[in-house]
């Protein structure tokens, strides 16, 4: 789900919320960070349900905090973005 007042990203289990600013410690504290270097970008490996849609993730960190959220939405197994 997405806030339309905050922004923020919900997963559909509730558990998971990206806001503006969320630090990249922070996310590494959550199951989805699955290890690696998060760097400038960290690219969700499993598909996370948005408002019952799959969706790959790509989160963009600047300084160590959250500044942008891309999403790509997986249809019949694949993403409709081209470069995945």
């Keep these: ?28 504290k959550t199951p989805l960070y699955k290890g690696g270097i998060v760097d400038n970008n960290y690219l969700l490996k499993d598909t996370q349900e948005i408002s019952g849609k799959p969706f790959l993730l790509t989160l963009f960190f600047n300084h160590e905090k959250l500044k942008e959220v891309h999403l790509s939405e997986v249809i019949n197994g694949l993403s409709r973005d081209k470069n995945r």
Excluded: A, R
């Design 1 to 28: 789900m997405l806030d339309n007042i905050t922004g923020s990203i919900i997963l559909d289990n509730g558990n998971i919320v990206f806001s503006s600013g969320m630090s990249s410690e922070t996310f590494m």
